[in-house]
Nanobody, 123 residues
Framework: QVQPVESGGGLVQPGGSLRLSCVAS????????MGWFRQAPGKEREFVAA????????YATDSVKARFTVSRDNAKMTAYLQINSLKPEDTAVYYC????????????????WGLGTQVTVSS
């Protein structure tokens, strides 16, 4: 059983930065693609970024790619999402998904979800 655990969220002013972490213990993390999603109040959960087991990166849009960086450390079984130049519209709960699959430019989510970490961007 895999239980991803996110951390690193918080309240930050516009223009600030955060690095979210996702620790996914319980299986061979290094062989798993994983993704980041977010859900803003009143909206559906949306894909943000993903990283393959070998380090290949996928971003939802070019605008996300310009400010977000997904990375991983297999030795620590941890994935990261660096977010720069935060905007109020980035306010959301950010979720980690493990054991998905990057295929043909899309990320198919796996069965394991974390409980999320809240990011609030406000002055």
């Amino acid at each position: 059983q895999v239980q991803p655990v996110e951390s690193g969220g918080g309240l930050v002013q516009p223009g600030g930065s955060l690095r979210l972490s996702c620790v996914a213990s319980g299986r061979t993390f290094s062989n798993s693609d994983m993704g980041w999603f977010r859900q803003a109040p009143g909206k559906e959960r949306e894909f943000v970024a993903a990283i393959s087991w070998s380090g290949g990166r996928l971003y939802a849009t070019d605008s996300v790619k310009a400010r977000f960086t997904v990375s991983r450390d297999n030795a620590k079984m941890t994935a990261y999402l660096q977010i720069n130049s935060l905007k109020p519209e980035d306010t959301a709960v950010y979720y980690c998904n493990v054991d998905g699959h990057i295929n043909l430019g899309a990320y198919d989510s796996g069965p394991y979800w974390g409980l999320g970490t809240q990011v609030t961007v406000s002055s």
